[in-house]
């Protein structure tokens, strides 16, 4: 008699008993796995030295460890194709960096045995829709890391909504932005998509006209107003 396949609630459970790793070991082993073969040695050893190394890639991976659709994986996995076009480290550089493929490799080995919705799993790759899996506070840290997978997604998104027509202050509230946040975000990233100088720009005619534009890749920095002071009579 046959034994039925083991189902899992997400992709981290199926891929931990598919590879008989444990769940606290699935980011590493993940990332071992989708980083080039000729680089997992240096890799590994990196990762034990400051896994911080690999900020991008674990920001991504843990994005992806409760998807329970290939749509969910490949939302997630696309951060890593964004990730190619801002090259500021050595070890991306060289190619020493996590392979959205091989992201989505990992899910199909096992997306088998994860307990997937009853919708049908579309397999084109999209922008994720909603907020981050991340916890508040890594959301921030990412945000603040000019190579960071979320801030490139969250700035790919914003261009795509204000092109399509959406005011500003609704896409800012659904983002949880502000205003001169959005403008730091993509003064630090303006070399990872060509429409984010357009978004700029368009973002600083909204403010006063005595605003300055700051060089490329400079965040504008804002002086604190003196306010008049008031006699007590």
């Excluded at 609630?9 to 000729?38: K, M, W």
């Excluded at 490799?105 to 922008?127: C, L």
């Excluded at 005595?210 to 965040?219: C, K, R």
Aim: aromatic share 6%.
């Amino acid at each position: 008699m046959a034994i039925a396949p083991s189902v899992h609630t997400n992709f981290r459970d199926a891929y931990c008993h598919h590879h008989g790793c444990s769940l606290a070991a699935f980011e590493r082993h993940l990332l071992l796995r989708i980083v080039p073969l000729q680089f997992r040695p240096l890799a590994a050893l990196s990762f034990w030295i400051n896994p911080e190394i690999f900020a991008s890639e674990l920001e991504v991976i843990r994005n992806a460890a409760p998807a329970r659709t290939g749509r969910d994986v490949n939302a997630a996995a696309q951060d890593l194709v964004h990730l190619r076009f801002v090259e500021n480290s050595f070890r991306r550089s060289i190619g020493m960096r996590g392979r959205s493929e091989a992201v989505v490799e990992a899910w199909n080995q096992v997306k088998a045995t994860v307990d997937r919705p009853t919708t049908p799993d579309h397999p084109s790759i999209g922008f994720a829709a909603g907020a981050s899996h991340l916890s508040a506070a890594s959301r921030s840290a990412a945000l603040g890391r000019n190579d960071s997978a979320l801030t490139i997604r969250t700035l790919r998104r914003v261009h795509q909504e204000v092109s399509s027509g959406k005011p500003i202050p609704e896409i800012l509230s659904a983002e949880g932005l502000t205003h001169d946040q959005l403008l730091s975000l993509l003064n630090r990233n303006l070399a990872a998509f060509s429409g984010f100088a357009d978004l700029r720009d368009q973002l600083l005619g909204q403010q006063s006209p005595n605003t300055t534009l700051p060089p490329s890749g400079e965040v504008a920095q804002s002086s604190p107003q003196k306010r008049p002071s008031r006699s007590i009579s």
